[in-house]
T-cell receptor, first 114, second 116 residues
Framework: KAGVTQTPRYLIKTRGQQVTLSCSPISGHRSVSWYQQTPGQGLQFLFEYFSETQRNKGNFPGRFSGRQFSNSRSEMNVSTLELGDSALYLC?????????????FGQGTRLTVV | DAKTTQPPSMDCAEGRAANLPCNHSTISGNEYVYWYRQIHSQGPQYIIHGLKNNETNEMASLIITEDRKSSTLILPHATLRDTAVYYCIVRVAGLYGSSNTGKLIFGQGTTLQVKP
């Protein structure tokens, strides 16, 4: 059974550009969450999607957005990139955001903004 | 979601049991205790979770105190590959359709160093 797949693994972008990251959850998993990890702030929740609907959103500016498709794959977009957006972006999938289900993480996308 | 407190770092000798404590004194009745670990530059890995009973799986055991205000993750025979940051998280796990059921709030975790 394939794990959570995130693409690309590494990305270098320039300030002001926009970026789209992709996450394919484990087959059968319908819930996808996104996290940002930086040395200063640690792991922070970005948003959660289930059945193509955003169920929860973290405390991030509107430049950060996401979506989920009917096959449960998810994308997140960051517009007008800032140097501070350099981070490891992690995606986690779970069966559904229900009782006691565990989340499985991908390897992440390392984004560097220059 | 309840806040957790963990020691920033711990050492353990290879082959010995590693006992990682976590305080969650404000935990609510519908919040589970989850443990994840993150090996350098990889995504967090799920270890175990529980509500009020002790739990054991192939990776670890989770001991939750009767008042649920603290818990201990036990790695029975630590190896060098268990060196990682360990996160204790309490999470609302309500019924399908309720909010806040997928979100994980990570603290700073405990850096466990297993030494030969």
């Amino acid at each position: 059974k394939a794990g959570v797949t995130q693409t690309p693994r590494y990305l270098i972008k320039t300030r002001g550009q926009q970026v789209t990251l992709s996450c394919s959850p484990i087959s059968g998993h319908r819930s996808v969450s996104w996290y940002q990890q930086t040395p200063g702030q640690g792991l922070q929740f970005l948003f959660e999607y289930f059945s193509e609907t955003q169920r929860n959103k973290g405390n991030f500016p509107g430049r950060f957005s996401g979506r989920q498709f009917s096959n449960s794959r998810s994308e997140m977009n960051v517009s007008t990139l800032e140097l501070g957006d350099s981070a490891l972006y992690l995606c986690a999938s779970s069966l559904e955001p229900g009782l006691g289900t565990e989340a499985f993480f991908g390897q992440g996308t390392r984004l560097t903004v220059v | 979601d309840a806040k957790t407190t963990q020691p920033p770092s711990m050492d353990c000798a290879e082959g010995r049991a590693a006992n990682l404590p976590c305080n969650h004194s404000t935990i609510s009745g519908n919040e589970y205790v989850y443990w994840y670990r993150q090996i350098h530059s990889q995504g967090p890995q799920y270890i175990i979770h529980g509500l009020k009973n002790n739990e054991t799986n192939e990776m670890a055991s989770l001991i939750i105190t009767e008042d649920r205000k603290s818990s201990t993750l036990i790695l029975p025979h630590a190896t060098l590959r268990d060196t990682a940051v360990y996160y204790c998280i309490v999470r609302v796990a309500g019924l399908y359709g309720s909010s806040n059921t997928g979100k994980l709030i990570f603290g700073q975790g405990t850096t466990l160093q297993v030494k030969p």
